[in-house]
């Protein structure tokens, strides 16, 4: 492969270019309720170019070989055209040449699993939920990404990684009277297929949760002081200050650029938070980022101040900062932008008894249910929760969704538990959709949260 | 495609196979700093086939190994989906006028020229981040199967897209334009970009509570997901839809009639056809708060006994061009109807929550205070929450200027729809 690679690097006049191709395997199973909709076995591929000249950069990204000269003719134009215009002149952080393949140890490769045993496994879980009392219908699916990715530049990388990535997904409706309410479990093989085989608890937990959520009280609009679970943690940690320390979405906010500089007191002294995309069998865990950087481990905020930040090579080079290895894509779709790995806050030594009798009265919120960012502002919904009286977990709390403001609510981190845990399923849809970037945490107490409701 | 359908129908009793070639083009400029300039040539073949009773399918970006192809789509029939429909046979469609030309001839110095002009226009005063985009896309669309149908089609899409961002967030009051062929943005529509935001400079304090919320485009996917998700024929299927048995209900306000029409030139995303090779046309969803019909495809068609409503894309049924009818107020008309209220440009978390059962909360990304019918500032740190179905009983007025708002962040593709005032919705705030 790598020789189609550098036919087409070698017919560019830049001052630095790079190409990626992806073979793509995509291998969906899913049941609707209990009809099996869904068994496909897709594979695809394609590349995207990327040239540095005269101060401009550009991608294009095309799915035939054949296309290759056009696009190399294209993204040296538009480089040149972007170069003329800009008064700063784009310029890329230098890397090391890396000669490497990266092929992952699975515990259980879904390749050799047979799509008979994958949907017997799916058909048993869909079967668990179909079987209880109050569940009205379900949709599990079995998604099986493989990217075989090859990477190379002018300066002489080369570089061959796979992520194999084998995921379950199991969504329940359950209903009662005129009261409907769903409940879903994502998981991600982190390190092989193995682990999908051993979901029964899990599967069986979640269908409770959905009955009982059939009796749970909508919460109450207002603000409260919260203890948030470690999934809850990880979500705020990813939406609220995570896509902030990506250096590609402040960095034409001078506003935000302002006060994200490095050394702002973000948090009060017992807040850390990280990024470790080198941690072992997580599912935001790789090699080298889609520009061929090594990825490391990155403390974003050490001690409540802000200390470090995820790069590109290009952001890297503009913000006169170390490069981190974050420049990752979805697929053979899009240029690399720059991604959380595995995100979390630091755990401390509080016990989750400690942190509910510290919050006294308020909110203990469970579980992530989407989230999403708008500059310094954040909301999330949690699947449910409890209120809290005196210490105590009290009734359960449904339709929950929680605002904030990145700033104030970092400040308001009051203690930070000792339960740590990272996720089990990933994924961000920061323009594109990267199923393997995780986050986690331990639990938290967080003062004066603002909840919608009716 | 003919010899890959030739090659399919050795091997299953029906086949199909439809091709989809893109070029897009799009110059983006942030902080009036142009960023980038990205270009993406692509070309998809995608082959299903039925035999006994049960549906493959395979995806190709080129047909080097057609026989490859072929294989991959019957390895598929080992899962044994039912297909429960026949491809259908449609005979040619009437030509959309949605392609020119002059959308692939564009040239990227010219989309650069006219995002500068843009920044230059909005960039009067003295800190304001803007950003400014302007794309040009070109697709030719192929659906061939063994019934005979031959349709194809040629579409183009010229974008442009203006905002200007609050500093110290990244929420902004946002604009976008479509046509077929390259134009340049309204002057009407960079005026309310910058009414807007100069509107919302001060921060006001606010105290939550029961009020009027004037949804605008950009924030009505917070209502309208909720009735696009009932309205599925999947969620019909599933049992999970509040709307199941409910078609000639009055479900909405009377004066809200939402359809989705990917024929109209008004849409921004324009099909002649949809994924299974059906004729699209308009499909009404609520005619005056009536629910008319639950929106399917071919399969669900089949399986739920109803009339095919031709809104099959990516393999299900959706809805790529909905409209929801304009009424007679201008901005400032319905401005002035607000005794206590909030403006909802933006909203953040609209995908959280009940969806299919219509509950929404979510927080206001960008939100404008209304006190007797005269903008305050901004409000932040604030939720609004409720059910859709309630909310939109509760609708004064709708708008009568139309722009292009997301309708869900699952189909991508935005909705035409104006402004409507809604009163009675709960507010939660810091205060």
Known sequence: MFEELEKILSGIDADFADIRYERVSDSPIQFIGNELTEVSANKTDGYVLRVLKNGGFSSVTFSSPADAPRAAKKAQANAMLLGEKRDKPIRMASSE???????????????????????????????????????????????????????????????????????????????????????????????????????????????????????????????????????????????????????????N?????????????????????????????????????????????????????????????????????????????????????????????????????????????????????????????????????????????????????????????????????????LRDAGGCGKGQINIRSSNGGPSILVKDLVIGGR | MEKLLEYALKAAEQAEVTCTESQSDRVGYQNAQLQSIDTSFNTTYRLRIIRDGKIGTAVSHNLDDRRRLVENA????????????????????EPLDAWSPRVAEHPNAEKVAMAEEICQRL??????????????????????????????????????????????????????????????????????????????????????GKMKVLFMPHSLVTLIWRLLAATSAVSVDMKTSPLIGKIGEQIIDPKLTIYDDPRSPLSAFRSGFDSDGMATGRFTLFDKGVLKGYYNNLKYATRLKQKPTATCWNGGPGLVSLHIEPGERSFEELVAMMDRGVILESAMGAHSGNITQGEYSVGGAAALYVENGQIKGRVKDIMIAGNAYETLNNVLAVGRDAQFGMVSYQMRYPGVMPPILCENVNIASRQ
């Open chain 1, 97 to 251: 040449k890396v000669v490497d393949t990266v092929i992952p140890e699975l515990k259980g490769d879904p390749r050799e699993v047979t799509i008979d045993e994958k949907i017997t496994i799916l058909r048993g879980y869909n079967q668990t939920a179909l079987n209880t009392k109050n569940i009205i219908s379900t949709i599990a699916r079995y998604d099986e990404v493989i990217r075989d990715k090859f990477y190379m530049n002018t300066e002489g990388s080369r570089i061959q990684e796979q992520l194999v990535t084998p995921s379950m997904r199991l969504q329940a409706t359950a209903k009662d009277g005129t009261i409907v309410q769903p409940a879903s479990l994502a998981y991600s093989g982190r390190f092989g297929f193995d682990e999908l085989r051993y979901l029964h608890k899990r599967v069986e937990d979640r269908l409770k949760l959905a009955i009982d959520l059939l009796s749970a009280e909508p919460v109450k609009g207002g603000s409260y002081n919260c203890v948030l679970n470690y999934g809850l943690t990880g979500v705020f940690t990813h939406e609220a200050f995570g896509h902030f320390s990506e250096a590609d979405i402040i960095e």
């Open chain 1, 253 to 421: 906010l001078p506003e935000m650029r302002r006060k994200m500089a490095l050394g702002a007191e973000l948090g009060s002294d017992i807040l850390n938070i990280i990024d470790d995309a080198t941690a072992a069998d997580q599912i935001g865990t790789y090699t080298y980022d889609d520009e061929g950087v090594p990825v490391r481990k990155v403390y974003l905020i050490k001690d409540g101040v802000l200390s470090g930040r995820l790069h590109s090579r290009r952001t890297s080079m503009e913000f006169g900062e170390p490069l981190t290895g974050h420049c990752v894509a979805a697929d053979y779709n899009y240029d690399p932008i720059i991604r959380m790995g595995n995100i979390f806050i630091e755990p401390r030594d509080k016990s989750f008894e400690e942190l509910l009798a510290e919050l006294d009265d308020g909110l203990y919120l469970c579980d992530p249910q989407g989230g999403e960012t708008h500059g310094e502002n954040f909301s999330f919904g949690a699947v449910y929760g409890f209120i809290v009286k005196n210490g105590k977990k009290q009734q359960m709390i449904r339709d929950i969704n929680i605002s904030g403001n990145l700033y104030q609510t970092l400040k308001n981190i009051q203690s930070i538990g000792n339960d740590f845990r």
């Open chain 2, 74 to 93: 019957v390895a598929s029939l080992h899962g044994n989906v039912k297909a429960e429909f026949s491809f259908p046979f449609t005979p040619p469609v």
């Open chain 2, 123 to 208: 960039g009067g005063k003295p800190g304001r981040e803007i950003s400014s985009g302007v794309g040009g896309f070109s697709q030719v669309r192929r659906h061939l199967n063994s019934k005979g149908t031959d349709l194809e089609e040629k579409k183009s899409t010229f974008s442009v897209s203006a905002a200007l961002t609050f500093p110290g967030s990244a929420s902004s009051v946002y604009r976008y334009q479509t046509r077929k062929a390259p134009f340049e943005i309204d002057a009407t529509v960079l005026n309310e970009v910058e009414e807007l935001f100069d509107k919302a400079q001060t921060t006001v304090p606010f105290e939550g």
